[in-house]
């Protein structure tokens, strides 16, 4: 049975699938509130859709337009903003926020305080480990032709991403890649790659026991 707790806030036309969980103060379905000078679209966005066997965990924000598969659990304090796409049991775990505009694969986790940009791709079987921070613009809000430049990182199936990592803007993190706790990522990240230190560099090759 779908629970829903008397302190959650669900907004009007919201799609909860069957066996849901919507925990103490959760709000879902909520539409944006943008600045004036955002260069997001200011746009009424369709409902948002909660596959069957969803928990969206006390107190965790998901935003109208997403669309989030089966059995996906937001953690407590966790957000999930606009036109997001999440796979069938994807873990986001306590006070994550996930921006809009992302893709993220089944499977794929993202553990406590990660902070994942706009315009990010994570494909299946990813795992970002705790406080995790992303970027999408080199630009950092000056000129005009960061629009056209402006894109997260493509994290490839089954890479794993070290705690308090960085990935700049634009950086693609191959399949089975690793990338070490602390790094700085400023270059792509070669498939089945360990890299380490500020900046990345490649230390070796991730064994075949590790891979998927």
Avoid: W
């Avoid at 539409?31 to 679209?41: D, E, G, N, W």
């Avoid at 690793?178 to 498939?191: H, K, Q, S, T, W």
């Amino acid at each position: 049975m779908t629970e829903i707790a008397p302190t959650a806030l669900v907004y009007p036309g919201t799609m909860i699938g069957e066996g849901c969980r919507i925990l103490d103060y959760a709000v879902v379905g909520k539409q944006p509130v943008l600045s004036p000078r955002s260069t997001t679209a200011q746009e009424e966005l369709p409902p948002l859709e909660l596959g069957p066997g969803t928990v969206v965990s006390t107190g965790a924000v998901v935003f109208a337009g997403s669309l989030l598969g089966e059995r996906v659990i937001v953690g407590d304090q966790a957000c999930v903003r606009e036109r997001c796409s999440v796979g069938d049991d994807v873990i986001i775990g306590r006070g994550s926020l996930v921006e809009n505009d992302t893709e993220v694969g089944a499977r794929t986790k993202i553990q406590a305080d990660a902070y994942v940009t706009a315009y990010s791709l994570l494909e299946e079987d990813v795992f970002v480990a705790p406080c995790v921070v992303t970027a999408n613009d080199n630009f950092m809000g000056r000129t005009e032709r960061r629009h056209k430049l402006r894109r997260g990182p493509n994290i490839r199936r089954g890479a794993r991403i070290g705690a308090a990592a960085v990935l700049l803007p634009g950086i693609v993190v191959g399949e089975e890649a690793f990338v070490g706790a602390g790094a700085v990522v400023l270059r792509d990240v070669p498939p089945r790659s360990v890299v380490v230190g500020n900046p990345a560099r490649e230390l070796r090759e991730v064994p075949e026991d590790e891979l998927l």
